[in-house]
């Protein structure tokens, strides 16, 4: 006996990517429906090679549907998920709305599986930030044997995790640029074709983005209260994959080997560090694959027991509905699994 399963948000870059990783990943699932708003009503997205018309949110009765996969923006969460919850339906929602809030749990399977058993408390799992889920998976086992104490990290996040008009707007001004058009930033603040813009979300009155804070608030929340993060978070003219340059200072020695070692046995990671010529990972390479991708794994000498590494990781995928797709699949295995 399988699940009833409706993706929010369906015909977004993020909803799609749902879709696709619930088919390749041979989900349980009896029942997909996808959802959107009113104006997309009717639009086909594919479940593998099913196609499916989008019904409407607003019409949509939840009785009966085991999980819903949301990617639909904090608005959509904070009026939709506590009354889709309270008929039964545990959500787990893509946005920044319930992250941080205490009664839900904010989850990276590989991570912190251990915190769902609160679930029920709202009907309500939190996906974390798109950069956080790829440093912390990175982050967990080493954390495990020597301690995190400090995190130094700075993103390099594409255009995919602004949405779909960011990536159109990289395009366009690529384009443009080649063409001699004028060029007139939309989406972001300054051109980012051929440029780098150390800004994503709003500033707040500390002088950080809220992005930046995101990574620090919801790492101590995932892995440890006593961790210290400074992130400076950038977006850079690549399509689709986020990388980070995380600088981390632990509490008891760790040598570049063991840190090695214990990545390429750690869940969820693929270690390619090789010093010599593009013996490391790039975005481009990261794109469509499930693996966070460590490399450039040396010593930092400037803190008594320091390490450096480059992490990558598809932000579509492991950011945000691989991510999603895993936390509906610890949820079935550890608490709504169902009589044959």
Known sequence: ???????IGATGNVGREMLNILSER?????EVVALASRRSVGAEVMLGEKRLKTKCLDDYD??????ALMSAGSAVAKAWAPKIGQQGTVVIDNSSCWRMDADVPLIVPEVNP?????YGKRNIIANPNCSTAQMVVALKPLHDFARVKRVVVATYQSTSGAGKEAMDELFE???AIFVNDPIEPKKF????AFNVIPHIDVFMPDGQTKEEWKMTAETRKILDPDIEVIATCVRVPVFVGHSEAVHVEFERPIEVEDARRILREAPGV???DK???GGYTTPLECVGDYATFVSRIRKDPTVKHGLAMWVVSDNLRKGAALNAVQIAESLIARHLKKAA
């Open 26 to 30: 041979q989900f349980p699932a009896d």
């Open 173 to 175: 001004q690529t384009r």
């Open 114 to 118: 251990q915190a769902l058993a609160k």
């Open 270 to 272: 693929m270690v390619v």
């Open 189 to 192: 603040t300054k051109q980012i």
């Open 275 to 277: 010093r010599e010529n």
């Open 1 to 7: 006996m399988g699940y009833r399963v409706a993706v």
């Open 62 to 67: 939840f009785k009966g549907i085991d999980i």
